[in-house]
């Protein structure tokens, strides 16, 4: 049984970063679009679905690795610390909660996935 928990999880995993990353990239997007300024000062970080959608792809082009830098930085960064213009802006505010939470199930995920091994 647990054989077969161990060879799931890491697919649950992989899908748990992907949405959180997905909730996060429709915040760069709002940022990118409502805030420039903001968006300028943070380095102009480009999300996963907005840069492949502009690219024309339907995955990211993964080899402009400095702009992927900026975008995993800022991805730390929010989850503790939120910029001021997140909270005057519901949507916003719910898609940074959802990355929040995604990002913590993520953390959950591997602490049982080590505890099954």
Request: glycine share 4%; with cysteine; hydrophobic share 55%.
């Amino acid at each position: 049984m647990s054989s077969v928990l161990l060879n799931f999880f890491p697919f649950v995993i992989v899908g748990t970063y992907l949405a959180s990353f997905l909730y996060f990239d429709r915040l760069l997007l709002v940022e990118a679009r409502l805030h420039q300024d903001d968006w300028k000062r943070d380095g102009s970080p480009v999300g996963i679905y907005t840069w492949a959608r502009e690219a024309g792809a339907k995955l990211r082009p993964w080899y402009d690795g400095v702009a992927l830098l900026l975008f995993l930085r800022l991805y730390v960064c929010w989850l503790f610390r939120a910029p001021s213009w997140i909270h005057e802006d519901a949507a916003a505010h719910r898609s940074l909660n959802l990355a929040r939470s995604l990002f913590w199930l993520l953390v959950v995920e591997m602490i049982v996935c080590k505890a099954l091994m």
